[in-house]
Structures are given as structure tokens and as C-alpha cells.
């Protein structure tokens, strides 16, 4: 496998300063983790065979549906924990990270396994999410021959294994055995995304895919002849279509339901999530904050009301979070960082046509009224890279938006976020990604290798320049 490498932080002043003499003080250290997609790859409310499609543009705005290393991306989260757990030290600063941070998609379907295994592993426990009836088990179902799956197995004839991916005796009974793990250590929060909320974070949960998803049927291909008009905008509205075509059974399973907003919250908080509270719960309401001693930290609910994968803020969220950062701002020196799942390219749902939905320069525009801003930290995209935003009449100094790529992708990484002051007021936020040094012949080491050998030509591009990797940016006082 080979690491795409970045040199050793690079100094960005694309908003201005100069670099500073001494080492600064450190204010915050987070570990910022995204897109885990915790998954149950057997669900039939899972739609693998349009990744077979991924050829014709047709269907692009439902990829990806499959990806052949799935069903290890809770081995990896847990690997990423694990590390985490024994090193928990900032990596330039030397702080003690002070909170991890997870802008969503912790989970794959919306689902109630998945959500447990997550909260499971961050917060420390013991889960298991089989692979045992998926589509790494070969069958007849699809015909006598080559299985249009990768099947691990050798001997079985696959179209996957031609490509140069590996024969793993044994895959399927070892990525469904019991994860035992410890926990972070200490603390955490998250914010949701779309895939937390929505089917294969795309269409709201109705009673048809309800119906289906707990059932003891899976489709390993489309109905015959089905080619809808508009693929996307039909999954959106009935998600139960994609999945009427030629099935096998499987062990039926009432943990594969959809949870909602409040559930989720619900079970971060009793697993040691910070940030929700009782009335968080009750509410529906995911927006919140969390003060550390120099730092608030602001969390917002980017998740489009009428569902779709990208996102959108409400008007009502903006007012506020403008509220919020007035409060920072009545504290001199004191500062914020935001964080939601989708960013500011990604903030462009207009599904419904709900005026009190707005997007992305909204958000912007807001954030910009407010100088103690100084990052903006989102996933989504999975993808690294680091935007800065000017100020855009030079009033301000602007605000860095950093995201940090899938940990269920190419390459796999979390990214360590540490905010520093220098003696002359200036500002610096270091950003050094992390690995998760899983042994060699684990099943972690082996999600990475299969996430780049699907990544092909796109790594690259997945993993970023050298200035969206380890880079040290500045903010002028």
C-alpha cells in the first residue's frame, strides 16, 4: 500500500500574518474524525447492485452504493479509537486533546445496529455487525457465472478478483466477529449527517423501506428493466423500487429500523457524547454549543428537512448561531469554531422550496459578521482540504474551513486540529492527519488497502494537495 505523503506542515498566510518566533500557547487540541459510515452491509434496505452500473452516467447520482471493503469500516473506526486511546496527545502541542470531534455520518443506513456499534466503539462496549447473507457470499441467485460481486473466497470465480483484489479465507466470519472496544478515553461529540438520518443518507425512512429493511429478503439486483426518469430523484421519494428485483433470504433483523434525530442524540449522549442535553432530545434539536476554557465550539444540524445528500441551514439556526457568537464576542479574546457535515459547497439543497431553507453563502455571509470565528470544520465530501475565507471587504481577518476526509474511504485518516495564540495575538490552527498504524494483516490495515485500490485514479485527488494535509494557518490579531 502506498501512502500518499504530504511534507511536514506547510505554512499557509493566505488570510495574512507572518510566522511566529516562539511555540504560542495552546488554547485547544481536537481530534476531528468524519464520514466513519458504521455499516451493516447485509441490510436489505441496501442498494449494491447500482455500483455494478458505476460505468454509465446514468446512475452517478446514486454512486456509491457498494464499495467491495464495507464491511470493515467499523474495524477501522475501532483501529483509529484504539490509537487514539494510547496516544492521546496533540501531536504538535503535545496537549491532551481536549475533545474528538465527528461531523457525521457516523453511520451508513440510518440504522439502529449501526448507530449501536458506533456509540459502541467511540464510548467503549462490545458489538458485531455480521457480513454472513451479503453480497460476499456467492450463490445462484444471479446465474451460473462469474459472481458480479468480490467474493474473497478463492476458487470462486468473481469479477473483482481479475482487478487485483485479494483472496481473504476466512473474510466473512472474521469482519463479523465481536469488536471489543475500550473507548476513547475522553471526550467527544459529533454533529449528524446525512446518511445518520436518512437511507443510505439520501431518502427519508417510509413504511414501504421500513417494511423491507427489517424483512428476511435481500436484493442483489434491480427490478428487470428498471430505468427511471430521474434515478435520484425517484430513490428520494421511494427508496422500496431499487430493491424489488431478484433477492435471496437472509436472517430477518428488527435492529436494522430506521432511528430518528432524537434516537441518535439519544444514544450519543448516553454513550458520553457531549453537547446534547435532555431538551436536545426531546426537542429534535441537534444545534448546540460546548465552552472550553478559551474556545466554544458550535455544532449545527446541516441536514435538508426534505432529505436529498447534500444540506442546507435554516434561517431560524442562523439567528441563532449569530446569537451565539454575539456571547463569545461579549468575552475579548475569547474565540469560536464551527462544525457541521456539510460545508459550504455542499450547503445547495433547495428540495421543497422552503424559503426558510437557505445555503451556503447564507451561512457564510453570517459567519463573516462575526470575527471571533476563526475555523469551520466539516466532512461530507470525503476528501481533505483546508479553504481559507477572506473576510470579503477586508474588515476581518476571515475564518479557515478544514475538511477532513472518510475514515470508510480513501485515506482513511482523522486530522489532529490544534489552535495556538502567540504572544503578539496572532493565531495559528496546526493540522497534522493521522493514521491508525493498524498491524499488518488486520483487518483494519486491510480496509485501507482495498479503499485504495477502489479509490484507483481518484486517491489523489481523495487525499488532497499538500496544503489541505498537514499544514500550520495563520490568523493576523
Known sequence: MTRLMHPPHLLRNDLGGTAAAGPGVALLSLLHLSDAHVMDSVSPARCEWIELLAHDPYWAGLLHMHRPYEALTHWALAAHVERLRRHPLAPWSQRAYDMALCTGDNIDNAQANELQAFVSILGGGRTALSAHGGVHEPGLELGEGAWPFWCPEAGVPDLWKPKGYPVVPGFVARSSAEVHSAGLGFAWASVPGNHDVMRQGTALPNPAIEALAVGGRKALAGPAGFRPIDPQALYVQQPEQFSTGVSRPIAASAQRRAVDLCEW????????????????????????????????????????????????????????????????????????????????????????????????????????????VVAWLVGHRHLHRVTPHPHPDARGRGFWEITTASIMDWPAQTRAVEILRHTDGQLEIVCTLQDHHAEAGSLAALHAELALRFAGSAAPYMQGAAHDGNVRLLLPP
Not at 460545508?343 to 437557505?358: H, I, M, Y
Request: proline fraction near 5%; charged fraction near 20%; include cysteine.
Open 265 to 372: 442524540m439519544a444514544a450519543h449522549r448516553q454513550a458520553g457524547a457531549m453537547g446534547f442535553g435532555p431538551s436536545h432530545v426531546t426537542e429534535g434539536r441537534a444545534d448546540t454549543f460546548i465552552d472550553t476554557e478559551h474556545v466554544r465550539l458550535i455544532l449545527l444540524d446541516t441536514n435538508h428537512p426534505a432529505g436529498d445528500y447534500q444540506g442546507s441551514i435554516g434561517a431560524a439556526q442562523i439567528a441563532w448561531l449569530e446569537a451565539r457568537l454575539a456571547e463569545v464576542e461579549q468575552q475579548p479574546g475569547r474565540i469560536a469554531v464551527l462544525a457541521s457535515h456539510h460545508g459550504s459547497v455542499s450547503l445547495v439543497n433547495t428540495l421543497g422550496a422552503d424559503p426558510e431553507r437557505l445555503q451556503g453563502q447564507a451561512l457564510t455571509e453570517a459567519v463573516h459578521r462575526h470575527p471571533c
